[in-house]
């Protein structure tokens, strides 16, 4: 994920787990009311929905852009586009963000007993299941709505779920004894090539990104071990990259004090102040 869908993506995931907590305090009180938590048909579980081809698909045909739009692959020279738009055009997030809304304005209220939670950021998407009491029309219902959200102009949507686990964006959620466990996110080839000591960086940049990977472990870690383990990952992989302890202590020392500061003056900021309860 790069680009302004990256820097979005930041912006994004931090945000959008109060809704989950929220619908999950709400979940769990309507479930309770109905059958025992410990029924394993009545669990509300966490759904993960991608589309790779959301940006090559039919945008509402616009009449100005496509019949310009010359893309060059293996070799071949393209021009007028009669369906999509090329993944590197600028306009294409945004233009993608639209053309599924169209569909979403009639399929989430549609599906909002089942579905009381959803977000989708371009082709990625989430949202957490509730069960019917009845497994058949649970499954019945399951295989429907993804039927509903796949009739959409050719679109083909990958489901995960429903499960107690799910990686969205850079957050991974779990359900653990009735709670949401929140945590981060890493691609398993994700080499962590930070810029070297040496690098002609001016030197704050080095601070800015122990600063802001801090607060970010502290804002998206629900868990204090979790946090404290993260910390020190993030510390051994600066060492490998060249940077000594004694420059990083001091910076580390700052940042962990920073980011406390921060999430006690904006508690809302921080999945592990609301960690919701079964």
């Known amino acids: 994920m790069t680009g302004n869908k990256g820097r979005a993506s ?40 991608t589309s790779k081809k959301l940006l090559v698909y039919y945008l509402t045909s616009p009449p100005h852009h496509q019949d310009r739009n010359i893309v060059r692959f293996g070799g071949d020279i393209y021009r007028c586009q009669f369906s999509g738009t090329a993944m590197g055009n600028p306009p294409a997030p945004a233009w993608a963000i639209i053309f599924f809304a169209l569909k979403e304005q009639e399929l989430i209220p549609r599906w909002n007993e089942r579905v009381p939670f959803y977000k989708r950021y371009i082709d990625d998407g989430f949202g957490i299941w509730y069960h019917h009491p009845d497994p058949a029309e649970d499954a019945r219902l399951w295989q ?15 489901f995960v779920g429903p499960n107690d686990s799910v990686d969205f964006m850079g957050i ?7 709670k949401i466990d929140f945590t ?12 070297p000591p040496k690098s002609a960086h001016p030197p704050g940049v080095l601070t800015g990104l122990i600063f802001g990977n801090i607060l970010r472990i502290h804002q998206l870690c629900s868990r204090d071990d979790d946090i404290n383990d993260r910390l020190r990952v993030f510390f051994r992989r600066l060492r490998h990259r060249g ?20 999430l006690r003056t904006s508690p809302e900021s921080s999945p592990g102040s609301q960690t919701s309860q079964g």
């Open 243 to 262: 940077y000594s302890s004694e420059a990083l202590l001091p910076i580390f020392q700052k940042a962990v004090d920073n980011a406390k500061k921060y």
């Open 184 to 195: 981060i996110f890493e691609k398993a080839l994700n080499l962590y090539l930070y810029i």
């Open 10 to 49: 930041q912006k994004f995931e931090g945000a959008c787990w109060a809704g989950i907590l929220m619908v999950w305090r709400r979940s769990q009180a309507k479930a309770e009311t109905i059958v025992p938590l410990f029924c394993p048909c009545f669990f509300v579980h966490l759904i993960g929905i």
């Open 144 to 158: 429907a709505f993804q039927d509903d959200f796949n009739d959409w102009h050719g679109l083909e949507w990958d």
């Open 172 to 178: 991974t959620m779990r359900i653990v004894d009735g």
